[in-house]
């Protein structure tokens, strides 16, 4: 699997967007781009994936670069219950390899 | 279930002591997948399986770590021999489709193992 590099920290205000990017510059044609957030010591809870194409859903917008080397999290309206680790995956394979991810945190 | 379940929440093992975990995964999927988080951001792949057949094992230390899915029982990992740098929390994830890789993986949260 692609290796991903990500901001270690990213700080936000309270109902603003978060915008969290990704590198993913060796990624292959097959691989998908998955997000999981880290909240406290719980375990990682699925945000959103894509492979090509924009994404959005309930919880977030996922934004790909066309050449698909390059993506950002989108929280629209970011609220404290959202600070969190953040991590970027590429997968292909069946096991997804988890980087040191993006600890964002949401300020009042 | 809905939720992958994973017991016991927390296991406390003198080194050298056996330990062993459990997860039963959502009611329908396939496949299982064990991680070790040893530091606060560092996740480590050790093994998984399609039903009860290892799919990929390239992370597992092979000397003291064990795991198993047999039908119709929690999927199981074991540590023989605990060393202290066991010590972590230990995740499985479930899965209904890894071959497709479109498939998001559902974690449990966790087992942790203090060994002392």
């Known amino acids: 699997d692609a290796k991903t590099t990500q901001p270690p920290s990213m700080d936000c205000a309270e109902g603003r967007a978060a915008n969290l990017p990704c590198n993913h510059s060796t990624i292959s044609g097959n691989e998908y781009v998955y997000w999981y957030r880290q909240i406290h010591s719980q375990g990682p809870q699925y945000i959103i994936h894509?492979?090509?194409n924009n994404e959005t859903n309930e919880m977030a917008s996922l934004i790909i670069t066309e050449d698909r080397k390059s993506s950002t999290l989108i929280l629209p309206h970011a609220t404290l219950r959202d600070t969190a680790v953040y991590y970027c995956i590429v997968r292909a394979t069946g096991k997804s390899t988890f980087g040191d991810g993006t600890t964002l945190t949401v300020k009042p | 279930g809905e939720e992958v379940a994973q017991t016991p929440k927390h296991l406390v093992r003198g080194e050298g002591q056996k330990a062993k975990l459990y997860c039963a995964p959502i009611?329908?999927?396939?496949?299982v997948f064990w991680y070790q988080q040893v530091l606060k951001n560092e996740f480590k792949f050790l093994i998984s399986?399609?039903?009860?057949?290892?799919?990929?094992e390239t992370g597992m230390p092979k000397e003291r770590f064990s795991a198993k899915c047999l039908p119709n029982s929690p999927c199981s990992l074991e540590i023989q021999a605990t060393k202290l740098e066991d010590s972590a929390v230990y995740f499985c994830?479930?899965?209904?489709?890894?071959?497709?890789?479109?498939?998001?993986?559902?974690f449990g949260n966790g087992t942790r193992l203090t060994v002392t």
């Open positions: 994830a479930s899965s209904p489709l890894s071959g497709t890789y479109n498939s998001p993986l559902h």
């Open positions: 894509g492979l090509k």
């Open positions: 009611k329908g999927h396939s496949y």
């Open positions: 399986f399609q039903n009860e057949n290892v799919f990929d």
